[in-house]
């Protein structure tokens, strides 16, 4: 295990990387110290968490769009392209994902199901 400058095991130094840190911390975070950064780090994470259940459920939309584009029935490929464009236009007014992003994709998908009808 390599040794820090103190004598000590790179293990046994924390986040700031000197011995005798303040507190525990796991190698690679990075820990605020002032109130307001701590509860800036608190928000992040959670809006971190929420936009990435918010692109999964997109990714999910986006991918049944396309499998009823590809599959012909101009029925099914409609009313998924509709649910997809529903889960794009909220996750881009959410900010979760650029308000071009969402409307290039919409388009994109709007464009394939209506190649079905001609």
Known sequence: MPV???????ADL??????????PVAEGDRVANHKSARK??????KQRV???????????????ANQAVDSGDAG??????????SVLRRASSKGAIPAKRASRTIARLSRSAHKINA
């Open 40 to 45: 800036r780090a608190r928000q992040s994470e």
């Open 76 to 85: 099914a490929a409609q009313e998924a392209v509709r649910k997809a464009e």
């Open 14 to 23: 924390g986040a700031t990387g000197y011995a005798g840190a303040p507190f």
């Open 50 to 64: 929420r936009n990435r259940d918010v692109r999964t459920r997109i990714k999910g939309a986006v991918k049944r």
């Open 4 to 10: 820090g400058r103190s004598g000590r095991a790179a």
